[in-house]
C-alpha cells in the first residue's frame, strides 16, 4: 500500500504527489484526471506510459513502477521513481558557474539518456532542462508524453502541428519539414528526425553555458519562431577558454538537420573532443568569477591556454600581469574575468 505524503507538482489535469511505498522508499504518483480531456490527450498520457515500458531497464529512462487507468474514476494513475530535483531548478539554484568537470557528467548522461530512445527509433520532441531529473545523482529522461515511435520504413515521424517547448524546437519542427525548402508533405503532416532533439540538446548546453537558449532574450513568440528558422538571424557564441565545448554546441545548433552530428557513432557527440579534454576544474562560462582565493589556478590555466595556442611567452606574461594587476586593484572584491583573456585570435562569434 502507497501512502501519500504531499503534493509536490501540478499541470494541466495531472497532479504529481510524493508518496510512501510499502518498502518505505519514496516514489512519484502521477494523478490524471481524463474527465476533460479530448481522445488526443488521453492518447498522449497512454503513449506515455506504453514507452516507458518500451524503455524500463535503461539507466537513464525515469523507472516506472506501475500503472493503471480507472475508468469508473476518469483517472490514470502512474507511479514512478521519485527524483530530487530536475535539471531546470538545478540550473535556477547554481549561484556561480558550473564546474567543467560537472558540465561533462550532466552532458554525458544527457547523451546516453536521448541516445536510449533513439536506439528504439523514438523521438522525444519536447527536450529541455525540466525533463531531466536527478534521481540519485543521476540524471534521467522524464516526460514522453508526446514522443513518437519512428516507423521501421522511415527516418522521421509525422505529427499534425507544432509541439514543443518554444526555447527549445528545432528549426525543422517549427517550419514543418526536414527539406531545405521547409514545404509540408502532400498531407500537410509535419515531418522530424532525431536531428530535431540534437537541436534541443544545443539549446540545453547553450543555456547551461551562456545562462539562456539561444534566442532566449526574444521575447514575442512569432519573433523568436522566426529567429529559429531564419538562417540570416546569426546566434551569437561569445568565445570560450575551451574551444571544444564551443565546437559541440555549434555542431548541435546548425539550421541544416542534416550537418548536425548523431549520438553514437565515430563520429557522434559521445566521442567529442570535448568529453575526453577533461581535468580542468575551472567554470565554463564567459562569466567566471575570480576571486583572490581562486586567481592562482585561473591564472595557470589561462597562461597555459595561452601557451597551448602558440602565444610566445611575452605575451603570455602580459596576459598573466594584467590580471595579477586586476586582482590586486580590486582586494577582496570579487569580478568577472576580462573578456577577452576568452580569446586569442580574431574568430566569428555567430553562425
Known sequence: RYIKL????????SKVYRMLGPDLKIYALKKIKLKKLDAQNIAQYTNEIDLLKKLQGNPH???????????????????MEHGEIDLSDRLKDLKSDMDENMLRVIWTQMLQAVNAIHQKRIIHGDLKPANF?????????IDFGIAKTISNDTTNIER?????????????????????????DPEGKMKVGRASDIWSLGCILYQIVYTKPPFGHVNSIIEKF?????????????????TDLEDVIRSCLQRDHRLRPPIDGDNGLLRHPFLRSGGSSTAISPTTTVTMANAPE?????????????????????????????LQHTGNEERQTPR???????RRTDI
Open 6 to 13: 504531499e503534493q509536490i507538482g501540478s499541470g494541466g489535469s
Open 61 to 79: 529512462i525515469i523507472k516506472l513502477i506501475a500503472a493503471e487507468q480507472n475508468l469508473q474514476q476518469r483517472q490514470i494513475n502512474v507511479i
Open 133 to 141: 531529473l536527478f534521481v540519485n545523482g543521476t540524471l534521467k529522461l
Open 160 to 184: 499534425d502541428s507544432q509541439i514543443g517547448t518554444v526555447n527549445f524546437m528545432s528549426p525543422e519542427a517549427i517550419q514543418g519539414n526536414t527539406s531545405p525548402n521547409g514545404q509540408r
Open 226 to 242: 522566426r529567429c529559429i528558422i531564419d538562417p540570416t538571424v546569426p546566434i551569437n557564441f561569445p568565445p570560450l577558454l575551451n
Open 298 to 326: 585561473v591564472l595557470s590555466q589561462l597562461g597555459d591556454l595561452l601557451r597551448s595556442q602558440g602565444v610566445t611567452t611575452r605575451h603570455v606574461n602580459m596576459f598573466m600581469n594584467i590580471g595579477q594587476e586586476g
Open 340 to 346: 577577452y583573456l576568452y580569446n586569442t585570435q580574431e
